[in-house]
């Protein structure tokens, strides 16, 4: 290559990554949820299937991390759609595949038929040790968050 087709070759190069970035930035961008009342709890990766989810429609997750808690064998996925005011529009919970304190994980949760859903709403993962108590500050050991649409 001489050196004007090595320009060309870099520009094209970065004209398609500037064009990709946007793209990507579509997809929601997931948000630690732990402290406050969830002090137990760390982020976790979370993706879904299809991004973004769609009215009427199935979506799988697929949750992975390492985390400082286990996952006990009574352990729970959680997603969960809350609308703009906080009020809940539908909840899916799934057993977890428990896993010691410090072990990488991957999960996929089976799939859910969504509802109709708001053009802006809140979604949010957890990860849950169920006790009798109910007590988010201990049980709910991993979370990630994401607001869709425009707050
Ligand atoms: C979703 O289902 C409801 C109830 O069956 C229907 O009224 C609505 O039009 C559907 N919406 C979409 C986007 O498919
Ligand atoms: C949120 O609350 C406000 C004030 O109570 C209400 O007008 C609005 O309809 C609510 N929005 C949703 C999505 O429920
Ligand atoms: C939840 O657990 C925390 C930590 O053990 C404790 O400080 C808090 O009082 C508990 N909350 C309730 C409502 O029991």
Same mark, same amino acid.
């Given at each position: 290559?001489?050196?004007?087709?090595? %320009?060309?070759? =870099?520009? $094209?190069?970065? $004209?398609? *990554?500037?064009?990709?970035?946007?793209?990507?930035?579509?997809?929601? @961008?997931?948000?630690?949820?732990? &402290?406050?009342? %969830?002090?137990?709890? @760390?982020?976790?990766?979370?993706?879904? +299937?299809?991004?973004?989810? *769609?009215s009427?429609?199935?979506?799988?997750?697929?949750v992975s991390?390492?985390?400082?808690?286990? =996952?006990?064998?009574? &352990?729970?996925?959680?997603? @969960?759609l809350?609308?703009?005011?906080g009020?809940?529009?539908?909840?899916? !919970?799934?057993?977890?595949?428990?896993?010691?304190? &410090?072990?990488?994980?991957?999960?996929?949760?089976?799939?859910?038929?969504?509802?109709? =859903? !708001?053009?802006?709403?809140f $979604?949010? *993962?957890?990860?849950?040790?169920?006790?009798?108590?109910?007590?988010?500050?201990?049980?709910?050991? &991993?979370?990630?968050?994401?607001?869709?649409? +425009? %707050?």
């Amino acid at each position: 290559m001489n050196q004007k087709s090595i %320009f060309l070759f =870099i520009l $094209l190069i970065s $004209l398609s *990554v500037t064009n990709a970035i946007p793209l990507e930035k579509r997809e929601p @961008q997931f948000d630690d949820c732990s &402290g406050g009342n %969830f002090a137990n709890a @760390q982020f976790i990766n979370v993706a879904m +299937s299809p991004d973004p989810l *769609v009215s009427n429609q199935s979506v799988t997750f697929t949750v992975s991390g390492t985390l400082n808690h286990d =996952i006990k064998d009574n &352990g729970l996925i959680i997603a @969960q759609l809350d609308d703009k005011n906080g009020t809940n529009i539908v909840h899916f !919970p799934d057993h977890a595949t428990p896993s010691n304190a &410090g072990q990488p994980f991957n999960m996929k949760t089976l799939p859910h038929t969504l509802p109709v =859903i !708001p053009a802006n709403y809140f $979604l949010t *993962v957890f990860i849950v040790n169920p006790t009798p108590q109910h007590n988010d500050s201990t049980d709910v050991i &991993g979370c990630a968050t994401v607001k869709v649409g +425009s %707050f």
